[in-house]
């Protein structure tokens, strides 16, 4: 075993609790604790982003690679995920950052530099080229050989890591799978790789958190030819797009710390939970129903969130 197979096996199974439920609806309601699932030396490397990181790394070390560079937003959980990984596994990292240098000491950013991530920042304008193969090798030129993960970090070694969490959470379940299982949706690696892995023995509900009825096609593009059917995508939870906070989403939040010490943020989790607990109380399950959430991280984000909404409403 390498020393990164080793640090991979050392962060076990994350567990499945059972939540509150909907009173007078008879659906079990569990949550899978995917924001547990960290190594202690860095903890902002948590959820679906660890999962979708584990066979990257593996990747660009089999293929002899020194330094990962990827894509993201100045409050990207992705990004800190890569800067905490790439210190934890001994990787060089490189975070291409869509906005102002000024960024820099946001509290995500901060810790990105932190770990040790090389900061490039670009103008929107600029960051819209990243997909752009000449646009690439100039990032290459800048900084050599690099292991290139998108931005989000959804491509096929990523899917492969969510297949894993299926088998997992069919493991744990001891071959008596839920009816359903429900996890929020940005580019919509996470549930591809849970629809291959759960191949169609589940129904898998995808909450997507941003606006647009591209989801779908996203989610079909990803399996290709390799879909097994049994998932929906529920478009009704956006909130109004990406990063947007309504109040009424920010005072489930709260409520969940409190009545059940759940932290969720604003951007993926909370919406998706809101959007679990709504479809619940409307009656979308028959009863009987065993219906699993998978909490999917990203709780560093409110850090941020507080500061940029001025006062401390979010848990942290
Ligand atoms: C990145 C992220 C997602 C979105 O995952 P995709 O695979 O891009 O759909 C969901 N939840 C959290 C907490 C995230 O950080």
New binding site residues.
Partial sequence: MTALHQLLAAVGASPIQALQPVPGREVQLLLKRDDLLYHPAAPEWC???WR?LKFNLLQAAASGHQRLLTFGGAFS??IL?VAAAGQLTGFETIGIIRGEPEAADNPTLSKARAYGMHLHFLSRAAYRQKDDPEFVRGLEREYGSVYILPE???NAY?LEG?VELAQEISAQCDSKLPDAVA?????????AGLIRGFSGKTRMLGLP?LKGDFMTRNIGSLLSENDPGNWQIIPDYHFGGYAKHQPKLLEFIRQQYEEQGIML?P???GK?LFGVYDLIAKGAFPPGTTLLAIH???LQ?NIGMNQRLGSALLPE
């Fill in positions: 959820g679906n982003k979708k959980n992705h995920a989000g970090g959804t990523a969510c996890c929020a949706c940005g580019t919509g690696g996470t549930l958190v943020d951007v993926y989790t998706m999917t991280g990203g984000g």
